[in-house]
């Protein structure tokens, strides 16, 4: 297979950026999309050329470090699939290929592909953990936790933290990944004490670093690679709201 | 003379005993110290969260964007501990038999018997941190069954149980960082160790996004950077897991201990082209409900569902019928690998065998089947193209994880005083086989339990120094990194990073994989080196060494692969024996299995640095069983 790219080119944090185009020959369907951009970056490299610098760590679709635009849709709008997981099978021979970084305020482009999202980190640190020091936990059985209360904070706790949802958003906003973290650890026992606190908390933090504001329209549920499912964003709304009710936080 | 610290006394009271020789820092004074951990995966997450709860000032690196993206966050399977919540006969004696025998008797028995030991505070803490593992309806946790085992120990979070374990890890780190507690580097690399007056006082590192080189320094350093199994190229790690950080410190004087003990695990997803980037596992925990077979007859094309039930082989349950499809992994990997040699392998190229769902879908249904791992079955469709509820996956052994890496004592510090070593970077646990789900449970003990406890001890008892991180020895250090990097950027060769590591890792793979004899061995020790040399001539890095660039990280990678490979297949040499993952052709038992020889080799080998041209030396540690006897492993 044969495609053409047209590649987000940027040299560094402060410069501007531009659409170069690549030709991506003798491609094979079982290839990955990173693969794919692999044996482009070989030629490039060869000729002489600066190669495309893209995140990627564990090309298995969990570590959420890769993280590209492909054709205007974040990871490339195959279900449940991180870019890393998605292969040339499902594209068309001969396609024109548009590849982008993440572009959000709050994830500044570092060079070509890559992106900043230490503002996630700094969201986590908010408040997206339970208060609990190592050592003298109580047995691991003395809290029954129903099995649909644990399957709902997995669901949630599924997040990779790739980013894809505020990719995807018209506002940038990251509340699919902070009503992920927010509906995994409050759903939980173990969560319940601090839960207003922390939805307040994570939700403030998320405005200040410059995420924008939730309108329901779902993108980010739909392209996100885990599928977290758009309801955590009510989740969050209901104990953000009763927080601030409540007063608690920050 | 290696002292592994080993305490004295009953196996069973060992750590307790030690726990109370140790010395304390108190409270007030543990401010006072700095200590670099290195790596944010299960071990060093853990270690720097932990640590600075006690109140020590930890700096955490990492070369991810996100501490949360560590490798361990891939592990699918699960995490063992001798809860016995099934009654179905486990202890912490068993556990830890299980893990000296799985390992091929060439573990250290005072380390594991602690990890059995401090495997249920694990899972204690885990739930704490809100980790969502399995649930029974009764809202009690759920287990299932491992490699290796008979009894039902392994906690697991769907197939996700390294992302949940090391979320879990990640945000008690987040806490400590908001708390000012830890300063974390992301998106920083360790390029090398530096020592003052033989104390490991700091390390230099590489700011991946602006390129520069700075040196930070502390009272002690922990390195958790993981294994080396992208020595092979390919190999289910994840595409930036290196050896630098540990073999820099091998260089400044850390032995390295049984480099050639490499992990093939049987069930990754067979190798498709020469373009592959990586293998993808598929966790063992399949082999629950899966069946391992081949067609009987070499040569037969067929598709699956084409041949009859009594032309199938179904190996594992024929020659281990105790242990069946879930015989340990070193043993499946070989045994998938002779069906293949016999010539009835199958799919492209006859490399890989076949795991059948269909006698479990009929017995429990599809969607029993696709509620214990609907996510598997989801990745393999994605890579392989192919609906495993319908036909077979199809399956290959893939390089996963290196018992072998830095020697350490039993308070997991390496011969360089102030230099501590954890989880799958350390050697001193799994033997020449790990047993499925016994990575996780490894890291989270080193980090959570062992290291804050041992750590302190080093402070307590050496003279209080963290020197300058503009003093010379850190200048001196400094100036050989960026001479490094500066030589690698001048070459301007012909040839790209990644063709020298894939020619160094194939050669690894044939000469020093799943197989290896004395011939092969010494071909790859004379063929390295010209690798190396040509890579020292003809490599083509692009860029500069300001700014984000990848080609440049992978090369010192690479760079140091081809150098540690040579000590991998040396090592393999020297052990004249077959145990565990490590099968030497010359030494086998009648049918095939692997042949140790206690009497010779009954020791870990500690290989040190001599310089660049000089054959490393190597220290013996005698592995002395004061409790298990060591015995043939049969899993018939």
């Known amino acids: 297979m044969n495609f053409t790219l047209k590649v987000w080119r940027q040299g560094g944090p402060d410069t501007a950026g531009r659409f170069e185009t690549y030709q991506a020959k003798d491609i094979q369907g079982e290839m990955s999309f990173l693969e794919m951009l692999d044996v482009v970056n070989e030629d490039l490299i060869t000729g002489g050329h600066e190669p495309i610098d893209f995140d990627s760590d564990c090309r298995e679709g969990i570590c959420g470090m890769c993280s590209l635009v492909v054709n205007g849709i974040p990871h490339g709008g195959q279900k449940g699939t991180t870019v890393c997981q998605l292969h040339m099978r499902s594209f068309e021979d001969g396609q024109t290929i548009t590849i982008e970084p993440w572009r959000a305020k709050a994830f500044p482009v570092l060079k070509d592909l890559v992106v900043d999202r230490t503002a996630f980190d700094r969201v986590i640190q908010s408040g997206g953990y339970i208060s609990v020091n190592t050592g003298g936990a109580p047995d691991a059985n003395a809290t029954p936790i129903a099995k649909i209360d644990a399957d709902y904070a997995f669901d949630a706790a599924t997040c990779i933290g790739c980013g894809a949802c505020v990719a995807a958003c018209k506002n940038s906003s990251a509340m699919l990944f902070v009503g992920a973290k927010v509906t995994h650890l409050n759903v939980l026992p173990q969560g319940h004490p601090e839960r207003f606190t922390r939805a307040v908390n994570m939700v403030e933090a998320m405005d200040s670093e410059g995420f924008g504001a939730c309108t329901v329209t779902g993108a980010c549920a739909a392209v996100c690679p885990k599928e977290i499912p758009l309801d955590v964003i009510s989740k969050l709304n209901k104990d953000y709201a009763l927080g601030v009710l409540k007063g608690v936080g920050v | ?636």
Not at chain 2, 67 to 77: D, F, K
Not at chain 2, 285 to 291: K, P
Not at chain 2, 547 to 567: C, P, S
């Open chain 2, 1 to 636: 003379m290696l002292d592994s610290k080993i305490p004295s006394g009953p196996l069973a009271q060992k750590w307790d005993k030690h726990r109370f020789d140790l010395k304390l820092v108190n409270p007030a004074n543990k401010r006072k110290f700095t200590v670099i951990v290195v790596g944010s995966g299960l071990a060093g997450a853990s270690a720097s969260a932990t640590l600075s709860e006690l109140g020590y000032k930890v700096k955490c690196f990492c070369y991810q964007d996100s501490p949360r993206r560590a490798h361990s966050i891939a592990a699918q399977g699960g995490i063992n501990a001798a809860k016995n919540y099934q009654n179905d006969g486990d202890s912490t004696y068993r556990l830890f038999y299980d893990t000296i025998k799985g390992g091929d008797f060439r573990a250290r028995e005072a380390n594991v018997y602690r990890l059995a030991q401090v495997s249920t505070n694990i899972i204690d803490q885990c739930v704490a941190q809100g980790v969502p593992f399995a649930r029974e309806y009764g809202g009690h946790l759920a287990n299932r069954s491992f490699g290796g085992a008979q009894v039902s120990r392994t906690f697991y979070a769907r197939g996700q149980t390294g992302q949940q374990l090391l979320l879990g890890a990640y945000q008690a780190l987040a806490k400590q960082i908001a708390k000012g507690a830890v300063q974390m580097f992301s998106r920083t690399e360790m390029l090398d160790l530096v020592l003052v007056d033989g104390h490991a006082k700091g390390i230099v590192v590489r700011d991946l996004n602006t390129g520069r080189v700075t040196s930070h320094s502390a009272d002690a350093v922990v390195l958790a950077t993981g294994g080396y199994g992208n020595a092979f190229y390919l190999s289910t790690n994840a595409v930036g897991c290196n050896v630098t950080a540990a073999f820099r410190a091998y260089k400044r004087g850390a032995l390295f201990a049984n480099p050639c003990y490499t992990q093939i695990h049987p069930t990754c997803i067979p190798v498709n082209g020469d373009y592959q980037s990586k293998l993808t596992l598929m966790s063992e925990s399949l082999r629950n409900d899966g069946r391992v077979w081949v067609p009987k007859k070499p040569g037969d094309t067929r598709a699956a569902s084409d041949i009859p039930e009594d032309e199938r082989d179904y190996y594992l349950e024929r020659k281990y019928p105790s242990f069946g499809n879930l015989a340990p992994r070193d043993i499946a990997s070989r045994a998938a690998k002779e069906v293949c040699d016999e010539g009835r392998g199958v799919g492209p190229g006859g490399l890989g065998v076949y795991l059948d769902f269909s006698d479990a879908i009929r017995r429990d249904s599809e969607d029993a089947i696709r509620a214990r791992y609907g996510n598997l079955f989801q990745m393999y469709e994605k890579i392989a193209g192919e609906n495993a509820y319908k036909t077979p996956m199809r399956i290959y052994p893939a390089v996963h994880y290196t018992m072998g890496g830095l020697w350490v004592d039993y308070n997991l510090m390496s011969n360089i005083p102030g230099l501590f070593v954890l989880g799958e970077a350390n050697f001193s646990d799994h033997g020449a086989n790990r047993l499925g789900a016994s990575a996780l449970m490894q890291g989270l003990a080193d980090g959570y339990f062992v290291i804050p406890y041992t750590i302190g001890h080093y402070f307590a008892t050496t003279p209080k120094n963290c020197p300058s991180d503009s003093s010379q020895e850190f200048r001196d250090v400094e100036k050989q990194v960026n001479e490094r990097i500066q030589k690698l950027l001048s070459i301007d060769g012909k040839r790209t990073v990644r063709s020298f590591h894939r020619e160094v890792g194939k050669m690894i793979w044939d000469k020093c994989g799943m197989a290896r004899n004395k011939e092969g061995l010494e071909e790859a020790i004379r063929l390295i080196p010209s690798i190396r040399e040509e890579f020292w001539q003809n490599v083509k890095v692009t860029g500069e060494p300001e700014g984000i660039n990848k080609t440049l990280e992978h090369a010192g990678r690479v760079a140091d692969f081809l150098e540690f490979g040579e000590l991998m297949c040396l090592d393999a040499l020297e052990r004249d024996e077959s145990c565990g993952g490590h099968f030497r052709t010359e030494h086998q038992t009648p049918d095939g299995e692997a042949l140790r020889n206690d009497e010779d080799f009954a020791y870990v080998s500690a290989w040190g640095f001599t310089g660049d041209s000089s054959r490393p030396s190597l220290e013996k540690e005698p592995l002395v069983y004061e409790e298990v006897k060591m015995t043939q492993r049969s899993y018939k």
